[in-house]
T-cell receptor
Framework: AQSVTQLDSHVSVSEGTPVLLRCNYS??????LFWYVQHPNKGLQLLLK??????LVKGINGFEAEFKKSETSFHLTKPSAHMSDAAEYFC????????????FGAGTQVVVTP | GAVVSQHPSWVICKSGTSVKIECRSL??????MFWYRQFPKQSLMLMAT?????????EQGVEKDKFLINHASLTLSTLTVTSAHPEDSSFYIC?????????????FGDGTRLSIL
C-alpha cells in the first residue's frame, strides 16, 4: 500500500530564512511523488514532481525536493522564505492502480513571520 | 499550461435544491478527472474518478445517487449534488490529468465553496 506521512502539521519561519517541510513515504513500487501548495480558499498548485529521474527535483518559486530511497523521504526545501509562501503544503504519492489515484499527506501549515 | 477552470467558485442555495459544478481543462485534453471534497483544516478526500465516455468510479462511502458525475468530453466534467442538504456543505475541488498514467500530475481547479441553508 502507498502512503505519505508529513512529519510536521505546522511550521513557522521568519522571512528570508530556510524552509524545510518533511515527508516520508511508503510504497511497494517505485513511487511517483508530488508536492502541492494550497492557498486559502484555493485549489492546489503543483510545486514539483518526482518520477524516478533525477533524485533532486527543482520546482517552481525556488522550491526543491530530494528523493532519498534509503530513508524513504521526499523533503521539500526553499533557501529563503517569502511572505507569499504562507500556505498549506501537501506531500502526495500516486497509487499505481488503474487510475493513478493520489494519496495525500495530512498537510503542513506554513506561517511566515516578518 | 495545464489550466483547470472550476465554476462556480461559490454557491449558496436552499436545502433540497440540486447544484451543478463544472470542471474544465482549458488547454489540454483530460482523459481522467477527479472530484474531491475538503473539510476545514483537513486534507482532500477523493470522491470519484471519471474517465471520458465512461461511468465514474466512486470511492467507498460516497453516494453515487447523491453526487452525479458526468465526463462528457475530454475537457469537461460535471458534479451535480442532488437534493442538497446542510451536511453537503463543503469545499469541492476537481482535478484533471492527461492520460491514465499516474506519474503524470493532476492539475487542480480553484474549488467551489458550497453552502446549503
Amino acid at each position: 500500500a502507498q502512503s505519505v506521512t508529513q512529519l510536521d502539521s505546522h511550521v513557522s519561519v521568519s522571512e528570508g530564512t530556510p524552509v524545510l517541510l518533511r515527508c516520508n513515504y511508503s510504497s511497494s513500487y517505485s513511487p511517483s511523488l508530488f508536492w502541492y501548495v494550497q492557498h486559502p480558499n484555493k485549489g492546489l498548485q503543483l510545486l514539483l514532481k518526482y518520477t524516478s529521474a533525477a533524485t533532486l527535483v527543482k520546482g517552481i518559486n525556488g522550491f526543491e525536493a530530494e528523493f532519498k530511497k534509503s530513508e524513504t523521504s521526499f523533503h521539500l526545501t526553499k533557501p529563503s522564505a517569502h511572505m507569499s509562501d504562507a500556505a498549506e503544503y501537501f506531500c502526495v504519492v500516486s497509487v499505481p492502480d488503474s487510475w493513478g489515484k493520489l494519496q495525500f499527506g495530512a498537510g503542513t501549515q506554513v506561517v511566515v513571520t516578518p | 499550461g495545464a489550466v483547470v477552470s472550476q465554476h462556480p467558485s461559490w454557491v449558496i442555495c436552499k436545502s433540497g435544491t440540486s447544484v451543478k459544478i463544472e470542471c474544465r481543462s482549458l488547454d489540454f485534453q483530460a482523459t481522467t478527472m477527479f472530484w474531491y471534497r475538503q473539510f476545514p483544516k483537513q486534507s482532500l478526500m477523493l470522491m470519484a474518478t471519471s474517465n471520458e465516455g465512461s461511468k465514474a468510479t466512486y470511492e467507498q462511502g460516497v453516494e453515487k445517487d447523491k453526487f452525479l458525475i458526468n465526463h462528457a468530453s475530454l475537457t469537461l466534467s460535471t458534479l451535480t449534488v442532488t437534493s442538497a442538504h446542510p451536511e453537503d456543505s463543503s469545499f469541492y475541488i476537481c482535478s484533471a490529468r492527461r492520460g491514465a498514467d499516474g506519474g503524470q500530475p493532476q492539475h487542480f481547479g480553484d474549488g467551489t465553496r458550497l453552502s446549503i441553508l
